[in-house]
């Protein structure tokens, strides 16, 4: 009677064992769209944080009552940004276009290993050598 019990077990680990495998490439994926979420959360943050710097700028700029403001802040930050961009703006600009390309190249390699995860290579129609009728 114990054989029968253990066969059945057998049996039952077998069924389950691709249930698990499938279970952990969800993890993965999940684990891949967490690390994603994250990061654009960070962009996100950089980005409204230097639209709240622009909105300052502009507010003091516009603003008649905040002449001295202006002047002690928002000139002298213009007046090192033109400085900035005169000095180095031909070096920067390449730098951005380097970036630009290597940033787009990256983003095509993660997207395309990204929609091939989980994906397998079609099988030839033979089975595996290590594959027997018994364990079918």
Request: charged share 15%.
């Amino acid at each position: 009677m114990g054989i029968p019990y253990s066969k059945e077990i057998n049996h039952a680990f077998d069924q389950v064992t691709p249930l698990v495998a499938a279970g952990f490439e969800v993890l993965q994926t999940t684990k891949n769209i967490a690390i994603l979420l994250a990061c654009v959360q960070v962009f996100t943050t950089i980005i409204l944080g230097l639209i709240l710097v622009a909105l300052m700028g502009v507010i003091f700029t516009v603003n008649p009552d905040l002449d001295y403001e202006r002047q002690q802040l928002v000139t002298p930050m213009m007046q090192w940004l033109a400085s900035w961009i005169f000095k180095y703006g031909r070096i920067a600009s390449w730098f951005l276009r380097v970036f630009l390309v290597v940033g787009i190249a990256s983003l095509g390699l993660f997207l395309g290993q990204g929609s091939m995860a989980g994906s397998k290579p079609p099988s030839s129609g033979e089975e595996d050598p290590g594959e027997t009728p018994e364990n079918k």
